[in-house]
Nanobody, 125 residues
């Protein structure tokens, strides 16, 4: 059974940092791209970042470039999202998801088939 479990969310002041973790099980992490998405109240789910360990490729939304870093530890079956210089507009529930196959359209949730339950990130001003 494919499972993705996020952790690491919390409350942080603007300018602070958080590291989100996505623990994967039921599949080989190296075989799939993993993406991070976020959804704020009243807004659509937004693609934040994506990584393919096998391809050695990453994707970042313009809104997080230079502030967020995605990484993968295949030995620990975990994908991380390191978030620095956080802003109030980064406040959202953050989800990790497994791509259906390949490394494309990392900003489109329709291309991701398995999702975690989400972790709340709140950035205070």
């Amino acid at each position: 059974e494919v499972q993705l479990v996020e952790s690491g969310g919390g409350l942080v002041q603007a300018g602070g940092s958080l590291r989100l973790s996505c623990a994967a099980s039921g599949f080989t992490l190296d075989d799939y791209a993993i993406g991070w998405f976020r959804q704020a109240p009243g807004k659509e789910r937004e693609g934040v970042s994506c990584i393919s360990s096998r391809a050695g490729s990453t994707y970042y939304a313009d809104s997080v470039k230079g502030r967020f870093t995605i990484s993968s530890d295949n030995a620990k079956h975990t994908v991380y999202l390191h978030m620095n210089s956080l802003r109030p507009e980064d406040t959202a529930v953050y989800y990790c998801a497994r791509h259906r196959g390949g490394f494309y359209s990392c900003d489109n949730p329709l291309f991701f088939g398995s999702w975690g339950q989400g972790t709340q990130v709140t950035v205070s001003s």
